[in-house]
């Protein structure tokens, strides 16, 4: 399996609080990814990471901002968090644009 | 944007039973991916599939790109493969992946 975990596992806040995921990889996998799983939704692309401190926007990316300072890590913030960001954070890596492996996920409820 | 079409929505074998698993997509694609997700919310990747057949064990898929489809064969189902399969597709060079509803299996012993 590859190497990622992904910290808070989970997370209770309130609305208007700053929240941050972190996503760490021990592989030196170039891309990062993350994802939303929302039921009636399935998984939808927020942001992604083509190496360090290069970033781009997914899909559903409003309220997201991210940062990449280090090839391992890979940081999602909800600046000022909203009931409607409930959900469950997935974090992605792969080497190429090819085969994605997944961490074990963040559940996230604001209150 | 690409559209994703998994069928069917939902499916119940008993164990031993055999099952195909079918995603549409609406346009031209690169790259095409199975994924499991698991009772635990594990999200496993299956198979890397833009074309051509592939299998691993009891698992295999097949991607007919000129039509937009790929299937994927559940052979002698076992109450482990319970759990939403996803079919994820792309078609840029980032790996930008855009995923179908997914196909929730329940297999009963």
């Known amino acids: 399996d590859a190497g990622i975990t992904q910290s808070p596992r989970h997370k209770v806040t309130e609305t208007g609080t700053p929240v941050t995921l972190r996503c760490h990889q021990t592989?030196?996998?170039?891309?990062m990814y993350w994802y939303r799983q929302d039921p009636g939704h399935g998984l939808r692309l927020i942001h992604y990471s083509y190496g360090v401190k290069d970033t781009d926007k997914g899909e559903v990316s409003d309220g997201y901002s991210v940062s990449r300072s280090k090839t391992e890590d890979f940081l999602l913030t909800l600046e000022s968090a909203t009931s409607s960001q409930t959900s469950v954070y997935f974090c992605a890596i792969s080497g190429t644009e090819e085969t994605q492996y997944f961490g074990p996920g963040t559940r996230l409820l604001v209150l | 944007g690409i559209q994703v079409e998994q069928s069917p929505p939902d499916l119940i074998l008993q164990e031993g039973a055999n099952s195909t698993l079918r995603c549409n997509f609406s346009?031209?694609?690169?790259?095409l991916q199975w994924f499991h997700q698991n009772p635990w919310g594990q999200l496993i990747n299956l198979f890397y599939?833009?074309?051509g057949t592939k299998q691993n064990g009891r698992l295999s898929a097949t991607t007919v790109a000129t039509e937009r489809y790929s299937l994927l064969y559940i052979s002698s189902s076992q109450t482990t493969d319970s759990g939403v399969y996803f079919c994820?597709?792309?078609?840029?060079?980032?790996?930008?992946?855009?995923f179908g509803q997914g196909t929730t299996l329940q297999v009963k012993p």
């Open positions: 592989e030196n996998h170039r891309y």
């Open positions: 346009d031209s694609v690169n790259n």
């Open positions: 994820a597709v792309s078609s840029g060079n980032t790996g930008k992946l855009i």
């Open positions: 599939i833009p074309s």
